[in-house]
């Protein structure tokens, strides 16, 4: 059974840092893509970044490219997202999703609250 | 960015009735493989997502079949045949095709009458 436990989420003041971490397991972690969408309270959903199987081509939404990190280790089947200079408007659940979501296999994990608030 | 647009973005259904939900995207999500990668997810309170349909029309594992993906090109459509008690929620389209920038509906409202 795959399951994704996200960790890491608090409350953090404007500027700040914060990693949050996605623990996987139930399928081969290297195998797949993963993603970090988040959905800021009483929103929609917005991707945010992903990264490949090997870590070696990582993407960023424009919204956070240059504050933000993503990256993995295979090798502790976890994945992470490094925030910094964060702003009032990163304030969201971040879920972490695994694979492209194009065909079988699309799961998502069940969110961690991150605010950002003086 | 491909942008996705449902309507209604609320909608109040009575128990036993169909309900349908309207995607369109701003451009075609036919990709150069020959398949469509329109997901549907649905959010329940309280809940994170969770996809229903895949690639327009397959329902995910464990799916019933009271729920239905169609549509092609720009044009989609998620019908539920009756409603159920436990269909209220959130439901969100979302294209693949240009992964890794997943872009996502604003999201229907379904809410019983």
């Known amino acids: 059974e795959v399951q994704l436990l996200e960790s890491g989420g608090g409350l953090v003041q404007p500027g700040g840092s914060l990693r949050l971490s996605c623990a996987a397991s139930g399928f081969t972690f290297s195998s797949y893509v993963m993603s970090w969408v988040r959905q800021a309270p009483g929103k929609g959903l917005e991707w945010v970044s992903a990264i490949s199987g090997s870590g070696g081509s990582t993407y960023y939404a424009d919204s956070v490219k240059g504050r933000f990190t993503i990256s993995r280790d295979n090798s502790k089947n976890t994945l992470y997202l490094q925030m910094n200079s964060l702003r009032p408007e990163d304030t969201a659940v971040y879920y972490c999703?695994?694979?492209?979501?194009?065909?079988?296999?699309?799961?998502w994990g069940q969110g961690t609250l991150v605010t950002v608030s003086s | 960015d491909v942008v996705m647009t449902q309507s209604p973005l609320s909608l109040p259904v009575t128990l036993g009735q169909p309900a349908s939900i309207s995607c369109r995207s701003s451009q075609s999500l036919l990709h150069s493989d020959g398949n469509t990668y329109l997901n549907w997810f649905q959010q329940r309170p309280g809940q994170s997502p969770r996809r229903l349909i895949y690639k327009v029309s397959d329902r995910d594992s464990g799916v019933p079949d009271r729920f239905s993906g169609s549509g092609s090109g720009t044009d989609f459509t998620l019908k539920i045949s009756r409603v159920e008690a436990e269909d209220v929620g959130v439901y969100y389209c979302?294209?693949?095709?240009?992964?890794?920038?997943?872009?996502f509906g604003q999201g229907t409202k379904v809410e019983i009458k």
């Open positions: 999703a695994m694979g492209y979501c194009t065909r079988t296999g699309c799961f």
């Open positions: 979302m294209q693949a095709t240009h992964w890794p920038l997943w872009t």
